[in-house]
């Protein structure tokens, strides 16, 4: 599947994509790396991981790596928590400029001065982060989730306490109402998932008689409410894989996500539900994250090539890290 072209600052000279997986083949043996992609990632690049997947199967796979350095292909906060979990290795990252709406929605200031402010008016609560957080974040909060086990860990919040979840305000609401329990939601939304626009899901819907819906929890309420089946990328994988009988698909997540269902489940037909401009109300190709799509094979290249960036340890990764253990890996 072709995918429509994001321009980002920095302007690559062609090199041939074969040229460049076998170079990136030879500088893996010499530099003792393994290459984890984000499902979010282009496809020639998912094509030569070693491991991929969604944030929580990656933060496990990055703990059973054994080479000396991980190049994560996806966005800084992925590289932060592979090093977290990883501190004695290198953890390279293609693209440090690379971020997330989602994160940079809850800066850590702004996130510690809100709680000190629910402290001093009496409230008991515990801080549940989205996965989708920077390091600094994830070091004031008391549990960490994905959309994969959300619910499950919300469930471990004792009744008796309030909960502040941070910073998806989409999940949170979805979240809301599978757990029944009440939250205080944080404004922020990714930039992707929110510009889905309910007329042309309507009119995929009628284009494609007999069609599915499949969509990520991050994505707005209307969509959601006419959706076959909701989940974060990995259980909507599993989904479509576990239904053999050809069916055509229409997904509400990131463009790129089309290619790891197409690997895993060829017997069906996948259409992107397209987004719209909030500028301008026209349809847009913005459902391709820009800051995933600035992952591209000549900058896995050359971080290998260069060994550089890379993700260095900061003092408050231990906290993050305690926060982590508790909850993704137990
Ligand atoms: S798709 Fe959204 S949540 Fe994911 S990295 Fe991009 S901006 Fe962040």
New binding site residues.
Partial sequence: MSLPVIPTDDTEVYEDPLDLMDEIDELKKEKDATILA?F?VDGEIQDIADFTGDSLKLARDATQVTTSTIVFS??H??GESAKIMNPDKRILIPDMQ??????ESCPADQLGAFQEQLRAEGRVFDTVAYI?TSAAVKSLCDWIVTSGNAREIIERVPADRDILFVP?QHLGRYLMEVTGRKMILWPGS????EVFSIQDLIRAKRNNPGSKVIAHP?CPQNILEITDFIGGTERMRQHVMGIDEPTTFLVA??SAMIHAFQKSAPQHNFVPVPGIMASTGETCACNR????ARNTLQKVRNCLRDESPEIEWRDYFQQARDVLDKSLLQ
Avoid: I, K, Q, R
């Avoid at 990714?190 to 998932?193: G, K, L």
């Avoid at 994250?289 to 995933?292: A, I, K, N, R, Y």
């Fill in positions: 984000h979010y996806g966005v906060f992925m690379a971020g997330c709406s989602l994160a989708n998806d990714c930039m992707v998932h991050e997540t990131e994250c820009p800051h995933m």
